[in-house]
């Protein structure tokens, strides 16, 4: 059974700092994809990284997959209230299934 | 463009009982996911449907879930007798085409309660 974790599990920051969250696995990823949930709605894309080494930006959000495809990284410089919600990372290790992590509960405190 | 539907958002029931969930995707998507998240825990796919066959259900715990989308459009999930543990929020997905890289779209769940 492949499995991710993510870390921290739980992360509260004051609005205009930086963060950083982690997706882990012990397998090799095919590609990888990172959602944000927030409360009563389902995952909303935004992003899907399919080479080792890649980074992504989405205007304050950069995202990087490792050169093993092994890890992840969410980096959110100036955060604001509206980046409050679940980060969920989703893993494909070669069957097009998506892999769940087990989230990171970020909250920016304005 | 309507995203996908799902009802109802909310259901509380008792153990031993039964519950359906209705999923309808977003038009022209010919494939269907149901997913379970348990409070705390990302989604863990039940069941994927292409058109009205089952590609995958090796999670779905059949002794007690059954899913069907007949005419390759709406979707039902049952649980049937329903267990504490089944207490979760039931995510419906669709996307255009299989595929990791063919964008999933998510509706906005039903919260199960089991008491």
């Known amino acids: 059974t492949q499995l991710l974790e993510q870390s921290p599990q739980f992360l509260s920051i004051q609005e205009g700092e930086n963060l950083t969250v982690y997706c882990n696995s012990s397998?090799?990823?095919?590609?990888l994809q990172w959602y944000r949930q927030e409360p009563g709605e389902g995952p909303v894309l935004l992003v899907t990284v399919v080479t080792g080494g890649e980074v992504k930006k989405l205007k304050r959000l950069t995202f990087q997959f490792g050169d093993a495809r092994k890890d992840s990284s969410l980096h959110i410089t100036a955060a604001q209230p509206g980046d409050t919600g679940l980060y969920l990372c989703a893993g494909d290790f070669g069957n097009e299934k998506l892999t769940f992590g087990t989230g990171t509960r970020l909250t920016i405190i304005p | 463009e309507a995203g996908v539907a799902q009802s109802p958002r909310y259901k509380i029931i008792e153990k031993r009982q039964s519950v359906a969930f209705w999923c309808n995707p977003i038009s022209g998507h010919a494939t269907l996911y149901w997913y379970q998240q348990i409070l705390g825990q990302g989604p863990k796919l039940l069941i994927q449907f292409q058109n009205n066959g089952v590609v995958d259900d090796s999670q779905l715990p059949k002794d007690r879930f059954s899913a069907e989308r007949l005419k390759g459009v709406d979707s039902t999930l049952k649980i049937q007798p329903a267990k504490l543990e089944d207490s979760a929020v039931y995510l419906c997905?669709?996307?255009?085409?299989?595929?990791?890289?063919?964008?999933?779209?998510f509706g906005p769940g039903t919260r199960l309660t089991v008491l």
């Open positions: 397998s090799v990823f095919s590609s």
């Open positions: 997905a669709s996307s255009l085409e299989p595929g990791f890289t063919d964008t999933q779209y």
